[in-house]
């Protein structure tokens, strides 16, 4: 069946270092990626997501690049700051409607 | 501001009884889903519903039932609950409108159950 693996499940950081979480997907046909933060006690938010048409997208600190042939995507964020200490959840699905989420990494920035 | 509401926000209950979580929201939007929420294995579809006449099984639909009642509202329920039912339940809902936020879900507070 569908699959999502999440690389690692915790991650610490000193502030100001950069932080990588990776996602494999196995189902070909996936074509939307969101990343979702889960902030301490809160609900997911969306923080930034590619389409399978596109390579990269950034926003501000945050990147995510997409290896369809690998079928691989990760999530780049630069000059970590300690709000950024949270629970990262990638997706993976076709179309934007039914979501396979990854297992979560939880980022830790250390001051 | 619109927003997606569940109650109850904790539950505990007692093996073998029923138990209903719901979820309404004021997002106007036609989709919506349970979610469930279990250490170290992430967020897990249980049910999803692209309109009131549409239900779809997700991963983990064993031992969960919904109802769709309105566009606004989806009731997960439990009809026996089990002790491994204990986890955190999120509703979240997401549009088909084409819009820029199309396909992006929106999470409710979240349901925390216990099951004795």
Redesign the interface.
């Known amino acids: ?1 569908e699959n999502v693996e ?1 690389h690692p ?1 915790t991650l610490s950081v000193q502030e100001g270092d950069s932080a990588v979480i990776k996602c494999t997907y196995s189902d070909s046909a996936s074509n ?1 990626f ?1 990343w ?1 933060k889960q902030e301490l006690g ?5 923080i930034i ?1 590619i389409r399978s048409n596109v390579g990269e997208k950034k926003d501000q600190r945050i990147a995510v690049t997409l290896n369809k042939t690998a079928k691989h995507f990760s999530l780049h964020i630069t000059e970590t700051q300690p709000e950024d200490s949270a629970v990262y ?1 990638c ?1 993976a ?1 076709k ?10 990494t939880r980022l830790k920035v250390l001051a | 501001d619109a927003d997606v509401t569940q109650t109850p926000r904790n539950r505990i209950t007692k093996t073998g009884k029923r138990i209903m979580l719901e979820c309404s929201q004021t997002k106007g939007h036609d989709r919506m889903y349970w979610y469930r929420q279990d250490p170290g294995l992430g967020l897990q579809l249980i049910y999803y519903s692209f309109d009131v006449k549409d239900i779809n099984k997700g991963e983990i639909s064993d031992g969960y039932s919904v109802s769709r009642q309105a566009q606004a509202k989806f009731s997960l329920s439990l009809e026996s609950a089990i002790p491994n039912q204990t986890a955190l339940y999120f509703c979240a809902t997401s549009d088909s409108y084409g819009g820029p936020n199309t396909g992006e879900l929106f999470f409710g507070e979240g349901s925390r159950l216990t099951v004795l």
């Not at chain 1, 179309?95 to 979560?104: A, L, M, N, Q, S």
Request: hydrophobic share 20%; charged share 15%; net charge positive.
């Open positions: 069946g999440q499940s939307y969101p979702y809160k609900r997911p938010q969306l997501d959840f997706a699905s179309g934007t409607y039914k979501y396979i989420f990854g297992t979560g």
